[in-house]
């Protein structure tokens, strides 16, 4: 078989090298009532994996972002006129890693890297933005104990999207340290998370550290051919931890049922992040904030009051070319106490794949009434990756 871009080339001795190559060029727009931005940049990320057959390998890779249009504010830039779109110049080591891993055992990776837990709900790489989100930590699974499966996480720096040049907003450190424990039982997966998050006093007050435990549920049920039901649910609790100032406990709900049939996919939802009336809140520091609670970004932080999001999505896949996705969103935003309606969003996107390019449309529109500003988002990207 002839070899394609990007495998992993074979030197000899059980070795391969593997490059890794990821372009991407996105432009950003945001309409704000006082404020808007135009954002074009180009991100590289790019390195190699040397793996051997004994299951060790090592990756090293390198993350550059550079703007063409740079009429944001990138939170570095001083731009602080404009919008925030939160992509700026940047060099820096995305991941330095050495990983051993086993079909029959699971893995351990030490060192800078990437991690992205279940649904990225609390944990994730934030990929969306150019510059990932990393962790310097030592993370391990094993998966011996099929059907059960259990992982863990230390670690002592959360490196940020706003890179190298953001002063203390680089990386914020601390001990963190993410159990979670799987079991899959037919179609119904079952998961048990713990997430203590203690940061040093150094770091931004808005940073709580914070004992997180909970529980998921998901399932994908088929009913007839090409008919499908997909439930998700979780519950969760919060409290202070550590060297938290106050003693606070705050809940988080979440639950989805989705029907899918012939591509076509229909899912109704609500997700509540608790409050207690005092000013503490459920917050999900280490998150994928981006793929929840609207694309246009207004809830990256859980308002004082908390948050309720009633949402309904539809999404159509369609087998043409590498696959084109269409989808829709509408999200209705309240206040957990009190239940003061924050405001509405729709959100929609058109992305496909063709061979090691990939293309999207995005876009959010935000009407507020009882918190932030009516805001419009509209993105256009373009990839090549290997």
């Known amino acids: 078989m002839q070899a394609k871009t990007g495998d ?66 990138s939170t570095t830039n001083g731009k602080v006129t404009r919008s925030v779109v939160a992509d700026p110049q940047n060099v820096e080591l995305n991941r ?5 891993a086993r079909k029959d055992f699971g893995s351990v990776t030490v060192g ?3 991690i992205n837990i279940d649904d990225q709900r609390f944990v994730g790489s934030v990929s969306w933005r150019q510059n990932e989100q990393t962790f310097d930590a030592v993370s391990a699974s094993v998966t011996a104990l099929k059907p059960l499966t259990l992982e863990g996480t230390y670690s002592i720096s ?33 998961k048990g998370f713990t997430y203590l998050l203690d940061y040093d006093a150094g770091e931004p007050v808005a940073l709580t550290s914070s004992a997180t435990y909970g529980g998921r549920a998901t399932a994908k049920l088929p009913l007839a051919d090409r008919f499908a039901l997909d439930l998700a649910g979780s519950y969760a609790v ?13 809940d988080y709900l979440a639950g989805s049922v989705g029907a899918s049939l012939a591509g076509f996919g229909l899912t109704a939802g609500y997700e509540k992040l608790g409050a207690d009336g005092l000013g503490n809140r459920f917050q999900t520091p280490l998150a994928t904030l981006h793929k929840f609670n609207g694309w246009a970004d207004l809830f990256l932080s859980t308002p004082p009051a908390g948050l309720e999001d009633k949402y309904v999505s539809v999404s159509k896949a369609v087998k043409l070319f590498g696959g084109i996705k269409l989808g829709a969103a509408y999200h209705d935003f ?15 996107e058109l992305s496909f794949k063709l061979s090691l390019f990939d293309a999207g449309v995005k876009y959010a529109n935000y009407d507020a009434d009882a918190f932030g500003v009516d805001t419009e988002k509209l993105w256009f990207r373009l990839g090549y990756s290997f």
Do not use: C, W
Request: cysteine-free; proline content about 4%; overall charge negative.
């Open 334 to 348: 309240s206040s957990d106490i009190g239940s003061v309606k924050y405001g509405s969003e729709i959100d929609g």
């Open 96 to 100: 330095l890693q050495l990983r051993y």
């Open 158 to 190: 959360q490196r940020t999207i706003f890179g190298v040049d953001a002063g203390p907003r680089t990386a914020f450190d601390g001990e963190f340290i993410l159990l979670g424990a799987g079991l899959e039982v037919g179609p119904v997966k079952l």
């Open 112 to 114: 800078r890297q990437r």
């Open 238 to 250: 919060q409290k202070d931890y550590k060297a938290t100032a106050n003693t606070f406990s705050v």
């Open 8 to 73: 992993p080339v074979a030197v000899g001795g059980g070795l391969t090298i593997d490059p890794m190559f990821d372009l991407r060029t996105s432009f950003e727009h945001v309409d704000q009532p006082s404020t808007d931005a135009d954002a074009l940049t180009v991100r590289l990320r790019s390195g190699i994996e040397i793996a051997s057959d004994t299951g060790f390998s090592f990756l090293v890779e390198g993350e550059g972002t550079l703007g063409i249009i740079n009429d944001y504010n």
